[in-house]
């Protein structure tokens, strides 16, 4: 790999992310496609022109930069036809944006068919370079007139519109004329057309320009894109651009520095490069402190501390939500119990004597304890969860033992019993008491969702990556309003139910690093997909 090419590519490959990514926020917009045009013209030029300086054969070279040179041709007129439609007179300009790209289509006639634009080419030290003929001062007249009429169309309309414009839309307004200025410098590669040998570094201007467009779409939301980025993101994007900046500064002024002294070797290549970083190191520092004083106001290390004290905080938060949900919950739930045996205590002193009664008191205090003793203990589940202790186990086997205990039911309520398992499925990484607790909660949901009868069917499945387990019945379904809260702890649209089931499975799987899926139709049905990774 010819090094000379490296920052073409980079160019190339920023311009034309830039430009699908404008193109794809709005296929239908006309100025989103000529916008992408221009981008796609760019990248014909830079990574034609990086292909071409791999080679050193000069007939393979030269049809590479013939293709780059045709892109380098239509760049001022799809600029000049963009920077139109935005500033909204590409109507009135009509004749003179197709005059443009007819005499666009004409010089790139006389560059691949005739020897008037371009005849032989430079050998430079970092490729082959294209030498300018007699016709050629006349593109470049052509090109300086499309260049001055951009600038001279745009300065006098935004002065004729200020007054109606607001201050945003004013700011807005400048910056499309603003990146194609900075742009225009690119001009500098035609210069090594008339044999003066620096390394061609207009790529720099393609590179700012797509730095000022894309600050302009974040910011001001120019072409109507809306992107929310966080402060962080353009920090780190800043801090890559800087970096890349440096090492292209440095990568020029030894190729500069190297066509002016004349050396060859690489040791020597390698010293100067060195030597420059270490010049440039202290800019690059003063630059990044720079960024980091006025955009910022802060330092990478505050920056980095204020975004975990954010996370922290947000965890807090969650966590005192859930505790606030399981006291409402746990207190609800054992009010009723309390209450029931509240009233029994009440009558204890007068009728201890009497046998029935001490028999129901017997029956129904230890029913109410147990009740208290369940929610506790499924409480403690949830909040404390056991840690997992995977073991390569047969899911087939787990989900065939929690079905067994819960026969009787399917029995009772006339449930039929489909399973479907994949026989290439043969063991997963799980807890094996775990999953059981899964499988138990989801059929008991299951089949109280079915007391008339129904249908239950297990499916298994081996994907590439995950096992997947689908649980189908027939029951009468989840309504819209209930699905987004069934995984909340204590939800429930049962008369005794206690709404922890769901919200243990879910805890379960995501201990599992796996996923569960919910669809329901009401009186229909519901599935629950979950998926566990192979290799947790
Ligand atoms: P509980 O079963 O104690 O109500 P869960 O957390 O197990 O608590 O379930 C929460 C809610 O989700 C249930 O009350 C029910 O409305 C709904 N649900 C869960 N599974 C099913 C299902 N298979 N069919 C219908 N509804 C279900
Ligand atoms: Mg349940």
């Given at each position: 790999?010819?090094?000379?090419?490296?920052?073409?590519?980079?160019?190339?490959?920023?311009?034309?992310?830039?430009?699908?990514?404008?193109?794809?926020?709005?296929?239908?917009?006309?100025?989103?496609?000529?916008?992408?045009?221009?981008?796609?013209?760019?990248?014909?030029?830079?990574?034609?022109?990086?292909?071409?300086?791999?080679?050193?054969?000069?007939?393979?070279?030269?049809?590479?930069?013939?293709?780059?040179?045709?892109?380098?041709?239509?760049?001022?007129?799809?600029?000049?036809?963009?920077?139109?439609?935005?500033?909204?007179?590409?109507?009135?300009?009509?004749?003179?944006?197709?005059?443009?790209?007819?005499?666009?289509?004409?010089?790139?006639?006389?560059?691949?068919d005739t020897n008037y634009f371009i005849q032989g080419y430079y050998k430079y030290y970092w490729g082959y370079y294209p030498k300018a003929s007699s016709l050629h001062p006349i593109y470049l007249l052509f090109f300086t007139c499309l260049v001055v009429w951009i600038f001279l169309t745009s300065y006098i309309f935004i002065q004729k519109e200020r007054k109606?414009?607001?201050?945003?839309?004013?700011?807005?307004?400048?910056?499309?004329?603003?990146?194609?200025?900075?742009?225009?410098?690119?001009?500098?590669?035609?210069?090594q057309n008339y044999g003066v040998e620096f390394y061609p570094f207009g790529f720099i201007f393609v590179i700012l320009y797509i730095a000022i467009m894309s600050y302009a779409i974040v910011r001001h939301h120019l072409l109507d894109i809306n992107i929310a980025i966080k402060k962080t993101a353009v920090y780190s994007i800043l801090?890559?651009?800087?970096?890349?900046?440096?090492?292209?500064?440095?990568?020029?002024?030894?190729?500069?520095?190297?066509?002016?002294?004349?050396?060859?070797?690489?040791?020597?290549?390698?010293?100067?490069?060195?030597?420059?970083?270490?010049?440039?190191?202290?800019l690059k520092n003063l630059i990044q402190s720079f960024v980091d004083k006025y955009f910022f106001k802060t330092s990478q290390a505050v920056l980095a501390d204020e975004l975990q004290k954010a996370q922290e905080e947000l965890k807090r938060a969650e966590r005192l939500k859930a505790v606030g949900t399981l006291a409402a919950g746990m207190a609800h739930e054992i009010k009723n119990p309390l209450t029931g045996i509240k009233t029994f205590?009440?009558?204890?002193?007068?009728?201890?004597?009497?046998?029935?009664?001490?028999?129901?008191?017997?029956?129904?205090?230890?029913?109410?304890v147990n009740k208290i003793n369940d929610i506790v203990q499924q409480l403690l589940d949830f909040s404390k969860p056991k840690p997992l202790k995977l073991q390569e186990s047969n899911i087939h086997k787990i989900i065939n033992q929690t079905l067994s205990l819960l026969s009787n039911s399917f029995i009772k309520y006339k449930i039929k019993l489909i399973r479907n398992y994949d026989s290439s499925l043969s063991s997963v990484s799980i807890d094996?008491?775990?999953?059981?607790?899964?499988?138990?909660?989801?059929?008991?949901?299951?089949?109280?969702?079915?007391?008339?009868?129904?249908?239950?069917?297990?499916?298994?499945?081996?994907?590439p990556d995950y096992a997947e387990i689908t649980v189908n019945d027939t029951g009468k379904g989840i309504s819209e309003k209930d699905l987004e809260h069934i995984f909340d702890p204590f939800y429930t649209t049962k008369e005794t139910g206690t709404g922890l089931g769901m919200s243990i499975i879910y805890g379960i799987i995501k201990e599992h690093r796996?996923?569960?899926?919910?669809?329901?139709?009401?009186?229909?049905?519901?599935?629950?997909?979950?998926?566990?990774?192979?290799n947790t």
């Amino acid at each position: 790999m010819n090094i000379y090419s490296i920052p073409y590519f980079i160019a190339a490959f920023l311009v034309i992310s830039l430009s699908i990514f404008v193109f794809a926020k709005d296929r239908a917009a006309f100025i989103n496609k000529i916008f992408g045009l221009f981008g796609f013209f760019n990248f014909i030029w830079l990574l034609s022109y990086a292909i071409s300086y791999q080679f050193k054969e000069i007939d393979i070279a030269s049809v590479w930069l013939k293709i780059g040179y045709t892109g380098v041709i239509f760049l001022a007129i799809t600029g000049l036809h963009f920077n139109a439609i935005f500033l909204g007179f590409a109507n009135k300009q009509k004749k003179i944006i197709i005059a443009a790209y007819l005499l666009g289509c004409f010089f790139v006639l006389l560059l691949w068919d005739t020897n008037y634009f371009i005849q032989g080419y430079y050998k430079y030290y970092w490729g082959y370079y294209p030498k300018a003929s007699s016709l050629h001062p006349i593109y470049l007249l052509f090109f300086t007139c499309l260049v001055v009429w951009i600038f001279l169309t745009s300065y006098i309309f935004i002065q004729k519109e200020r007054k109606n414009l607001s201050s945003n839309q004013y700011t807005k307004m400048k910056y499309i004329p603003l990146a194609l200025f900075v742009y225009t410098f690119a001009a500098v590669d035609f210069i090594q057309n008339y044999g003066v040998e620096f390394y061609p570094f207009g790529f720099i201007f393609v590179i700012l320009y797509i730095a000022i467009m894309s600050y302009a779409i974040v910011r001001h939301h120019l072409l109507d894109i809306n992107i929310a980025i966080k402060k962080t993101a353009v920090y780190s994007i800043l801090v890559t651009m800087i970096t890349i900046a440096y090492f292209v500064i440095v990568y020029i002024m030894e190729s500069l520095f190297r066509g002016f002294v004349g050396y060859k070797s690489v040791p020597w290549t390698l010293s100067v490069i060195a030597l420059f970083i270490l010049i440039f190191q202290p800019l690059k520092n003063l630059i990044q402190s720079f960024v980091d004083k006025y955009f910022f106001k802060t330092s990478q290390a505050v920056l980095a501390d204020e975004l975990q004290k954010a996370q922290e905080e947000l965890k807090r938060a969650e966590r005192l939500k859930a505790v606030g949900t399981l006291a409402a919950g746990m207190a609800h739930e054992i009010k009723n119990p309390l209450t029931g045996i509240k009233t029994f205590t009440e009558y204890l002193p007068e009728k201890y004597t009497d046998p029935k009664f001490v028999e129901k008191f017997h029956k129904i205090v230890s029913m109410e304890v147990n009740k208290i003793n369940d929610i506790v203990q499924q409480l403690l589940d949830f909040s404390k969860p056991k840690p997992l202790k995977l073991q390569e186990s047969n899911i087939h086997k787990i989900i065939n033992q929690t079905l067994s205990l819960l026969s009787n039911s399917f029995i009772k309520y006339k449930i039929k019993l489909i399973r479907n398992y994949d026989s290439s499925l043969s063991s997963v990484s799980i807890d094996p008491n775990q999953m059981q607790q899964v499988f138990c909660n989801l059929f008991l949901n299951a089949i109280e969702a079915m007391k008339g009868g129904g249908k239950l069917s297990v499916a298994t499945k081996a994907m590439p990556d995950y096992a997947e387990i689908t649980v189908n019945d027939t029951g009468k379904g989840i309504s819209e309003k209930d699905l987004e809260h069934i995984f909340d702890p204590f939800y429930t649209t049962k008369e005794t139910g206690t709404g922890l089931g769901m919200s243990i499975i879910y805890g379960i799987i995501k201990e599992h690093r796996g996923t569960i899926e919910v669809e329901s139709k009401e009186n229909k049905g519901t599935s629950f997909i979950i998926k566990l990774p192979f290799n947790t």
